[in-house]
């Protein structure tokens, strides 16, 4: 039992110094305030939103890793996100949409996005020309 | 048969309540039939400063590989910017193997980290025909397919003709796609509008606003670019003098890049412009101590307390600072 609460405080240790150094990334000179204070004037809203930012690098770096991404660019893209960006994507990056193209579509919905193409509400298949009134 | 007519005849169907065709037109086309769009006011009656056809025929094309649309349109409107890149050097940046796509933030989170400040257009398609007008191409995330059946896709801006009702754009594997303006909106409408210009810092955007700006130029502060912040700073300043956030960007961006004399004078011009500006009077104290000055550096701390705010920790533990190097 109390190697086991060893454990827990030892890995609560690690998680909170992993978020105190990944926070540490947002200040970037002690002592001034910065524009987005000046921008954007609700400190505690800022302070909450630091430590959220934290919280969602982490899980925005998991997730591009799932999605095939090599560890290492993940890491790099994840620090190219700002903090805004960041709070879209945490949890999302399954299901936001990602521009991709068109292939590889089945033959029901073939025919269906054919008639929607050929009516002028879609525009997948090249090979329909729209009329340009 | 024109849109309008389609339009009339899905209504009639969905009406017919027991014919099948008539309710899967009704399910194909309710999301179309939703609201009115604004390309049949923009090419019935054209705003003046549109009226004229614009076609961008510098801006490149890359034709794109499979699924990798998001790095082509992305690597379009870069090279137009100056940045010497192809969409292969951009697919490791933006793309998701397991999504075969690229995620909009990632769009834009790369073009800042090629020194371009990344600006979303408001919601609005008269925006993105402006941005194209004063010569940006803009990249649009586009669903080609339907609202339950999404196929999104970006795709470049570089082209209109409104008495035409003709859309121009650089898209996949057409150099020119040539569409309705209608056509284009409403694939837009289903993208959520969303809609990227990538600006050299020393560029605005034709439609940019203050605080939307600011907030586009603020991650390159965050990633201390304080080369690029500077000039986007700078433009925005020039734009909107009145702008306390611009100004303090310039200030802040000065004292980043360690040009304190810089960034003293910046802080004292918005000083006389807003007196008693609390978080200017406590970044000068900062700059003053940079330089050696403590006396000025305590005497602007007290004024920022005086003067107080939300930031106030910050403005005690400056003047703390500044005395415990007085008291040495």
Same mark, same amino acid.
């Given at each position: 039992m109390k190697t086991m609460r060893y454990v827990v405080r030892g890995v609560c240790g690690v998680l909170l110094m992993t978020f105190t150094m990944l926070s540490?990334?947002?200040? *970037?000179? *002690?002592g001034m305030v910065g524009t987005a204070e000046v921008i954007d004037q609700q400190q505690a809203v800022m302070d909450r939103a630091q430590l959220l930012t934290a919280l969602n690098r982490e899980d925005v770096r998991a997730q591009l890793i799932a999605m095939g991404v090599d560890p290492k660019a993940a890491q790099e893209r994840v620090a190219a996100l700002s903090d805004a960006e960041l709070q879209a994507a945490a949890g999302n990056v399954q299901t936001l949409p990602a521009g991709g193209d068109i292939l590889g579509i089945a033959v029901l919905i073939f025919l269906v996005l054919l008639f929607t193409d050929i009516m002028g509400y879609?525009?997948? #298949?090249? #090979?329909?020309?729209k009329t340009v009134h | 048969m024109s849109v309008a007519a389609a339009f009339k005849k899905s209504h009639d169907l969905s009406s017919a309540r027991y014919a099948p065709g008539g309710m899967l037109m009704a399910l194909l086309l309710l999301n179309g039939c939703a609201a009115h769009l604004q390309a049949t006011k923009l090419t019935t009656t054209p705003p003046l400063e549109l009226a004229q056809s614009v076609e961008l025929e510098q801006v490149p094309f890359y034709p794109q590989e499979r699924y990798q649309c998001g790095p082509a349109a992305l690597a379009t409107v870069l090279t137009w910017s100056g940045v010497a890149i192809k969409p292969e050097d951009l697919v490791a940046e933006v793309y998701l193997p397991q999504r075969h796509g690229s995620l909009q933030v990632e769009m834009a989170a790369a073009a800042r980290h090629h020194g371009r400040v990344s600006y979303i257009l408001a919601p609005d398609l008269q925006a993105v025909l402006e941005e194209v007008r004063a010569g940006h191409p803009v990249v649009v995330l586009l669903?080609?397919?339907?609202?339950?059946?999404p196929r999104w896709h970006y795709a470049v801006v570089v082209g209109f003709d409104l008495q035409r009702d003709l859309l121009v754009l650089r898209s996949g594997t057409e150099r020119r796609d040539v569409i309705s303006l209608e056509l284009f909106e409403r694939m837009w409408r289903r993208g959520e509008r969303w809609a990227l210009v990538a600006m050299p810092p020393a560029e605005l955007p034709a439609t940019a606003q203050e605080l939307p700006y600011l907030r586009a130029v603020l991650p390159f502060e965050q990633t201390e670019d304080w080369e690029t912040a500077a000039k986007a700073y700078a433009a925005a300043w020039q734009r909107w003098p009145e702008s306390i956030g611009a100004e303090m960007g310039l200030g802040n961006s000065a004292y980043g890049r360690g040009d304190y004399a810089e960034a003293a004078e910046i802080y004292r011009r918005l000083l006389t412009q807003y007196p008693g500006f609390a978080p200017a009077l406590n970044n000068l104290a900062q700059t003053m101590a940079k330089m050696g000055d403590f006396t000025a550096g305590e005497r602007y701390a007290e004024e920022a307390i005086a003067a107080g705010g939300v930031q106030n920790k910050v403005y005690a533990e400056t003047l703390r600072e500044i005395r415990d190097h007085i008291g040495q």
């Amino acid at each position: 039992m109390k190697t086991m609460r060893y454990v827990v405080r030892g890995v609560c240790g690690v998680l909170l110094m992993t978020f105190t150094m990944l926070s540490l990334q947002t200040p *970037a000179y *002690a002592g001034m305030v910065g524009t987005a204070e000046v921008i954007d004037q609700q400190q505690a809203v800022m302070d909450r939103a630091q430590l959220l930012t934290a919280l969602n690098r982490e899980d925005v770096r998991a997730q591009l890793i799932a999605m095939g991404v090599d560890p290492k660019a993940a890491q790099e893209r994840v620090a190219a996100l700002s903090d805004a960006e960041l709070q879209a994507a945490a949890g999302n990056v399954q299901t936001l949409p990602a521009g991709g193209d068109i292939l590889g579509i089945a033959v029901l919905i073939f025919l269906v996005l054919l008639f929607t193409d050929i009516m002028g509400y879609t525009h997948i #298949f090249p #090979f329909v020309k729209k009329t340009v009134h | 048969m024109s849109v309008a007519a389609a339009f009339k005849k899905s209504h009639d169907l969905s009406s017919a309540r027991y014919a099948p065709g008539g309710m899967l037109m009704a399910l194909l086309l309710l999301n179309g039939c939703a609201a009115h769009l604004q390309a049949t006011k923009l090419t019935t009656t054209p705003p003046l400063e549109l009226a004229q056809s614009v076609e961008l025929e510098q801006v490149p094309f890359y034709p794109q590989e499979r699924y990798q649309c998001g790095p082509a349109a992305l690597a379009t409107v870069l090279t137009w910017s100056g940045v010497a890149i192809k969409p292969e050097d951009l697919v490791a940046e933006v793309y998701l193997p397991q999504r075969h796509g690229s995620l909009q933030v990632e769009m834009a989170a790369a073009a800042r980290h090629h020194g371009r400040v990344s600006y979303i257009l408001a919601p609005d398609l008269q925006a993105v025909l402006e941005e194209v007008r004063a010569g940006h191409p803009v990249v649009v995330l586009l669903n080609l397919g339907l609202s339950w059946y999404p196929r999104w896709h970006y795709a470049v801006v570089v082209g209109f003709d409104l008495q035409r009702d003709l859309l121009v754009l650089r898209s996949g594997t057409e150099r020119r796609d040539v569409i309705s303006l209608e056509l284009f909106e409403r694939m837009w409408r289903r993208g959520e509008r969303w809609a990227l210009v990538a600006m050299p810092p020393a560029e605005l955007p034709a439609t940019a606003q203050e605080l939307p700006y600011l907030r586009a130029v603020l991650p390159f502060e965050q990633t201390e670019d304080w080369e690029t912040a500077a000039k986007a700073y700078a433009a925005a300043w020039q734009r909107w003098p009145e702008s306390i956030g611009a100004e303090m960007g310039l200030g802040n961006s000065a004292y980043g890049r360690g040009d304190y004399a810089e960034a003293a004078e910046i802080y004292r011009r918005l000083l006389t412009q807003y007196p008693g500006f609390a978080p200017a009077l406590n970044n000068l104290a900062q700059t003053m101590a940079k330089m050696g000055d403590f006396t000025a550096g305590e005497r602007y701390a007290e004024e920022a307390i005086a003067a107080g705010g939300v930031q106030n920790k910050v403005y005690a533990e400056t003047l703390r600072e500044i005395r415990d190097h007085i008291g040495q």
